[in-house]
């Protein structure tokens, strides 16, 4: 049956109203259990408690000293594992042979836990940011060698025979064809590799580590120090979620200018 | 005798998307279709004639007007007297062809004898030997077929058919379009077909019901005056032709102004 | 654009040989540059494995880590294929809910891992609860953005035909929606393992956690490696039943 499109207007503003009453109630729960008292405050720290400690937090040298750590680890872990996924999805993808051969193997891969093999990193890296970085490229590294294949083996033969009938070199169909028509998959490969190398170096972090941001969730934990333990976490999901929005603006950006 | 469908002056108004203004599709139509007929609606894209269909049928509420099946008004789906048949099939892709079939007359209110039925309407179009199959594995022109069949097996004295052929190749089409005027010819089902194609519109049709562009009004209605069953050697005949041409002629100026519209439309937009 | 000089290498050729060159590539290198106290070669790893499964404690531990992933799962799919239909079946709800499903989507979940230890305890219901959460999102995404493609020709040609509401929940939405949790399942296997050795290895007192501590500080590498072996194998395991499950119950879909 038919909906009037007025309808749809008329749903937004209900939407929008939900919305926001989810996040009151949320908010309005959060008070109402710890002021209550109903839950243990180990659990579940007063919002208050959360953001005295977010104050104490932010600014400090420990505070510097973790977030510098894991950014500097994430960063030169994401430059790997960048830098090798579209290197090795670029090889494998142009190649239907390769691709048949390899794409497989690494996709089982990419579904096990990876996490699994992080103990093996500690032992040979040792505690310090190396075990993470490694941990990181290597999480990071599927997803986007995973996009790159899929880019560039998809791209319809049909373009590339055609190219090939005008007299197309090999740089030329490159340059016209392969990387316009694999760039909107790289990108999005590339972006959820970010965000999975840096969830895997948090992980890393959180696991063993002796600094970085991960660790000092894990340390706030260990010394009972929830409202602490809750600013770090809220500075992380806040992070993340800004980090999401710039990363998809970009990628739109970038997928339009070609 | 009454007719089996009158259309009594149905327009047809869609509001518009975000303050754009709103659409008239149907413009005060009425018609009136005999029992027994084979009626087609040709006009150009746009012009309404799926929307008339699924108003006759009692799937849309028309704007204003008013629609009668024989002598009951048309408030919503008659699934006893009217059984559509859609461009793409509509088995449902998780059951086989006689479970699909099973599952429609369940639909309709209807349990016994499902299983002699189906199959006899199987047969009719010769797909008995793929009851078992799932939809995924049968070409399109076996699942237009069978869509054909489960309106048959529908058993319903009316059939409204939109573009039901438009996805299939030349050949099949011709194949499937002599199995309906047989159908027609054998059982005096009435039956309403919505087409493009004018060679189709002329082969098939006992009325050529020539729309215009939108707003939909009807243009003109042409006779054929060829009995049912038609074979496919109708085409060869220079009747076939008159007819022909002289839809196109009608044709021609509302597929021209609809081309019109769509470059006026694509102007302000982009202006 | 390949030429075929002489009878070409096939990829399955390819893919099987760089493995075993792989592997071979291990066993050398351990054998001649690794320290033995962090490194070991294939061979000693697969002949130690046995030694490994005779300890009843770490046959209990790895038991015990492969129930919590098969109790997760299946509690992430009940649940998830609920709420998503909960959400998706109507267009107010999936307008209202669904973007809250896709911000959680993307954050990184294990820094709530030591707040989830806290409140669960050291023990197996930590980690289904972790992997629970892992793998509940997926299948709320999976099955709210299957709910949309539920065909409208599909849905008029039933009310043509004189479906009631029930008959078409029964006949057309519910295999549509079951379909759409189905696809999702793989994904959802994979996140909720992920989840569950997550908090198994953050654990160092009990479970698989425990025993990669140990065996790496008493430098048993060969042990180390032979649990982590056990541990992905399982988990390929786990992944490749979830897929026979899934193309045992979309035969309908291959053409």
Not at chain 1, 200 to 221: C, D, K, P
Not at chain 2, 229 to 236: A, G, H, I, K, V
């Amino acid at each position: 049956m038919l909906t009037p499109a007025n309808a749809e207007l008329r749903q937004t503003s209900i939407v929008r109203a939900i919305q926001l009453a989810v996040v009151v109630a949320v908010f309005a729960i959060w008070v109402g259990l710890t002021s209550s008292h109903a839950v243990n405050a180990l659990f579940l720290p007063a919002p208050l408690a959360v953001v005295g400690a977010l104050s104490r937090l932010i600014g400090t040298s420990g505070f510097w000293g973790a977030v510098g750590v894991t950014t500097f680890t994430t960063a030169i872990a994401y430059a790997i594992a960048s830098t090798a996924g579209v290197v090795c999805g670029f090889f494998i993808g142009r190649s239907p042979r390769l691709t048949t051969a390899y794409r497989p193997v690494l996709s089982g891969l990419f579904a096990i836990p990876l996490t699994l093999f992080f103990p093996l990193f500690v032992v040979m890296f040792g505690l310090g940011p190396s075990s993470k970085i490694a941990f990181g490229a290597l999480y990071g590294f599927f997803p986007i060698v995973l996009n790159t294949i899929a880019g560039f083996s998809g791209i319809d033969r049909l373009f590339l025979r055609s190219a090939q009938s005008q007299g197309a070199t090999r740089v030329q169909m490159l340059r016209y064809i392969f990387v316009p028509g694999a760039w909107p998959i790289v990108l999005t490969g590339l972006r959820i590799g970010f965000f999975i190398t840096f969830a895997s170096v948090l992980g890393g972090e959180t696991l063993s580590s002796a600094s970085g941001v991960g660790h000092a969730i894990a340390h706030e934990g260990d010394l009972l120090e929830s409202p602490a333990m809750f600013a770090w976490i809220a500075i992380v999901l806040s992070v993340t979620i800004v980090l999401n929005l710039v990363l998809s603006v970009v990628e739109k950006r970038a997928v339009r200018s070609t | 005798m009454p007719p089996a469908i009158v259309v009594d002056r149905v327009s047809q108004l869609f509001p518009g998307a975000n303050g754009a203004p709103d659409a008239r599709a149907l413009d005060e139509v009425s018609l009136e279709i005999k029992r027994g007929e084979f009626v087609c609606l040709l006009g150009p894209s746009g012009c309404g004639k799926s929307t008339l269909l699924n108003i006759i049928g009692g799937l849309l509420a028309p704007s204003s007007g008013s629609v009668k099946i024989g002598e009951t008004v048309v408030r919503g789906p008659l699934p006893s007297d009217v059984a559509f048949v859609f461009q793409e099939s509509t088995l449902l892709p998780w059951y086989t062809v006689l479970e699909n079939f099973r599952v429609s007359l369940e639909f309709q209110g209807r349990t016994d004898g499902w299983r002699e039925h189906s199959m006899a309407a199987l047969t009719e179009v010769g797909m008995q030997g793929f009851a078992g199959y799932y939809p995924s594995q049968l070409s399109i022109g076996m699942k237009q077929r069978i869509n054909m069949a489960r309106g048959i097996a529908l058993d319903t004295a009316i059939l409204l058919m939109d573009e039901p052929f438009a996805a299939l190749d030349e050949q099949t089409r011709l194949v499937l379009g002599e199995d309906l005027s047989v159908l027609l010819a054998r059982t005096g089902k009435t039956i309403v077909f919505v087409t493009h194609s004018l060679s189709e519109a002329v082969l098939l049709a006992d009325r050529i019901v020539v729309m215009t562009a939108r707003p939909g009004k009807i243009k003109s209605i042409i006779a054929v005056g060829e009995p049912h069953p038609r074979s496919p050697d109708f085409m060869l005949q220079p009747h076939f032709s008159e007819i022909r041409n002289q839809c196109y002629e009608l044709l021609r100026d509302e597929i021209r102004s609809t081309v019109d519209a769509m470059r006026e439309a694509r102007d302000a937009h982009t202006g | 654009m390949q030429s075929v000089a002489r009878r070409p290498l096939s990829a399955t050729a390819i893919r099987w040989w760089t493995i075993a060159g792989l592997i071979a590539l291990w066993e050398v290198a351990a054998r001649l540059f690794g320290d033995p106290s962090f490194v070991a070669p294939p061979s000693r790893v697969l002949l130690g494995l046995p030694g490994l499964f005779a300890d009843p404690k770490v046959a209990a531990a790895i038991g015990m880590a492969g129930l919590e992933m098969v109790i997760a799962f299946m509690l992430a799919v009940i649940v998830g294929a609920i709420v998503g239909v909960a959400i998706g079946i109507t267009m107010l709800g999936r307008r209202s809910f669904f973007p809250f499903v896709l911000l959680m989507w993307g954050l990184p979940q294990v820094v709530v891992l030591p707040l989830v230890i806290l409140i669960f305890g050291l023990g197996p219901v930590s980690r289904v609860a972790f992997g629970f959460t892992h793998g509940v999102l997926p299948v709320i995404v999976t099955t709210v953005t299957g709910m949309r493609s539920v065909s409208p020709l599909l849905l008029s040609s039933a009310r043509s035909m004189g479906a009631s509401q029930a008959q078409i929940l029964r006949h057309i939405i519910f295999p549509t929606m079951v379909a759409t949790v189905f696809t999702g399942l793989r994904l959802a296997m994979s996140l909720t393992l992920l989840g569950v050795v997550l908090a198994e290895l953050f654990v160092s007192s009990n479970g698989i956690g425990n025993y990669t501590q140990i065996f790496a500080e008493t430098f048993h590498p060969d042990k180390l490696y032979g649990l982590i072996l056990v541990l992905a194998v399982t988990a390929v395991i786990l992944n490749e039943l979830v897929g026979l499950v899934e193309k045992r119950f979309s035969r309908w879909k291959e053409g």
